[in-house]
Every structure is written in C-alpha cells, then in structure tokens.
C-alpha cells in the first residue's frame, strides 16, 4: 500500500469545480506534484511545489496543501481533463519517492 | 528541451533479468538532476522503482532493492534499469523521467518528475 492516499474515483459535472486530495504524513514536510495521465501515454506533470504549474498548463489547474494533505483543484473541469491523476512525494523516512494510488478523474 | 527515449526487450522470461536503457537527448545527463525509473503494471498505479545521480549515487525503492540496479554512462548520456528474479509481477510499463527540484523562495524545496520518457513494456512470460 501506498504511504500516500487518495480517492480512487471522483466524478464532476463539466465547467465544474473538483479537487483531488492526497493525504500522508510526508506532506507535513514536502510539497506534492501532480501528474495527469491519459490511457496509453505517459504521465504529465501539471502542479509542483505550492502551486506551479509547468508551461502549457492551463490555469483552471491548481494547487494547495494543508497539513498532511495536498489538494489538486480544476476550475471549471472540461471534457479533455478525464484522466487519472497521480501525487507524488516522499515516504515516511523522506529518502525514496512515492506515489498515490491515483485517482480516475470523469466528467460528465 | 531534455527528452527520453526507453529502450529494450518486450519479453524476459521468468527468472531472468529484465534489463532497459533511457537514452536522455537535448540536455547532459551530468547536470544537477536525478535520473529516475518508474514502472506502471497495466490498469494500476505508479511505482517509484528507483533514481540515480550521474556520480553514481543511488536510491531503491525498499520493497524492489534486493532485486534492483541503475546505473549511468555518461559517455553514451544514458542510464540503465536491472531487474533481476522477475516474475509476472514484474510485467509492466517502465518508464524513465528526470527529478528536478528547486528551493522556492519560502526556504522549502520543491520537486517533480519532468520530463518523463514515453514508457516500454516489458512482459514477463514464457
């Protein structure tokens, strides 16, 4: 099991708001970074540090942290956001990286 | 822009060892930056397999380290994945991505997986 948690599925209704949250105790100390992906291609990064977001990233992507817990926000979720998105940060030790579980994000 | 491009066998019996190469273009493999590997088994979640550093420090993941080793030539700008007693467990994407980080202006350290190779699979199966 993952020392990161997070919702296995979340659904929004399109122009919508939804966050995606990441809970683990590592947080208290790291920030997290977003991955999106879609099927059949390889993650992308679309949130680091306490709230960046990579070039070419729309700006309805967001991102916040609260105690052990990081939080991913779209804006006015659209169709072309349906992905899985995956945290990343480190264990308990701080030495090794790690993942969420993921979460299958649908708009509907 | 620093790309990555993975390479090697789709099928390694099991027992044996599954060997994969990423070879980085557009940018030097001895710049201030950890190279990693993860790996995706299909329709589940990322794994952290381990990370590199092109002086040939590294990192494993605790539940694959007995079985792990990266290593990095930097004359051919690559790094190299060894995993060895696969099973079918093992069969998955394997991907290879850069770690950077960088310290924000708050003090705290901020890090990512950026840019990430477009994944292989490797299918462990007789």
């Known amino acids: 099991s993952s020392e990161l948690t997070q919702d296995p599925a979340v659904s929004v209704a399109l122009g919508q708001t939804v966050r995606i949250t990441c809970q683990g105790d590592s947080l208290r100390s790291y920030y997290a970074s977003w991955y999106q992906q879609k099927p059949g291609q390889a993650p992308v990064l679309v949130i680091y540090?306490?709230?960046n977001r990579p070039s070419g990233i729309p700006d309805r992507f967001s991102g916040s942290s609260s105690g052990n817990t990081a939080s991913l926000t779209i804006t006015g979720a659209q169709a072309e956001d349906e992905a899985d998105y995956y945290c990343n940060s480190r264990d308990s030790s701080g030495n090794h990286k790690v993942f969420g579980g993921g979460t299958k994000l649908t708009v509907l | 822009q620093v790309q990555l491009q993975e390479s090697g066998p789709g099928l390694v019996k099991p027992s044996g060892t599954l060997s994969l190469t990423c070879v980085v273009s557009g940018g030097s493999i001895s710049s201030s930056n950890w190279w990693s590997w993860v790996r995706q088994p299909p329709g589940k979640g990322l794994e952290w397999i381990g990370e590199?550093?092109?002086?040939?420090?590294?990192n494993y993941n605790p539940s694959l380290k007995s079985r792990v080793t990266i290593s990095v030539d930097k004359s051919k700008n690559q790094l190299s994945l060894n995993l060895s007693s696969v099973t079918a467990a093992d069969t998955a994407v394997y991907y290879c991505a850069r770690w950077y980080w960088q310290i924000a202006a708050t003090g705290t350290m901020e890090d990512w997986f950026d840019p990430w190779g477009q994944g292989t699979l490797v299918t462990v199966s007789s």
């Open positions: 540090g306490k709230n």
């Open positions: 590199i550093y092109h002086s040939g420090s590294t």
